[in-house]
């Protein structure tokens, strides 16, 4: 079973930074895309971010596009979601997804394991 794990989540302020890590371990971290995505109350998840296997191809929603960064370390088994200039219409459950494709995009569907989660909140 794999089971990515997300951490760095926290309380910031707005216009502050906070960096995300999702970490597969046990396993070949090259073999998985790597995915985004957020849920705030009372609203559906959407996608954030996307990185193919090998660190190219990045992707990101319009609402946090020049603002948050996805990258990856394959040596760490780990993705990053580095966020800067948060706002509270950013504050939400942020989700860790893989994928054995090489890149999966924005459609949660092409996700095949999630992690439980990491909250974010920021305050105005």
């Known amino acids: 079973q794999v089971q990515p794990v997300e951490s760095g989540g926290g309380l910031v302020q707005a216009g502050g930074s906070l960096r995300l890590s999702c970490a597969v371990p046990g396993r070949t971290f090259s073999n998985y895309a790597m995915g985004w995505f957020r849920q705030a109350p009372g609203k559906e998840r959407e996608f954030v971010a996307a990185?193919?296997?090998?660190?190219?191809?990045?992707n990101y929603a319009d609402s946090v596009k020049g603002r948050f960064t996805i990258s990856r370390d394959n040596a760490k088994n780990t993705t990053y979601l580095q966020m800067n200039s948060l706002g509270p219409e950013d504050t939400a459950v942020y989700y860790c997804?893989?994928?054995?494709?090489?890149?999966?995009?924005?459609?949660?569907?092409?996700?095949?394991?999630w992690g439980q989660g990491t909250q974010v909140t920021v305050s105005s």
């Open positions: 997804a893989a994928s054995f494709a090489y890149y999966s995009g924005s459609s949660p569907n092409r996700y095949d394991y």
């Open positions: 990185i193919s296997r090998s660190g190219g191809s990045p």
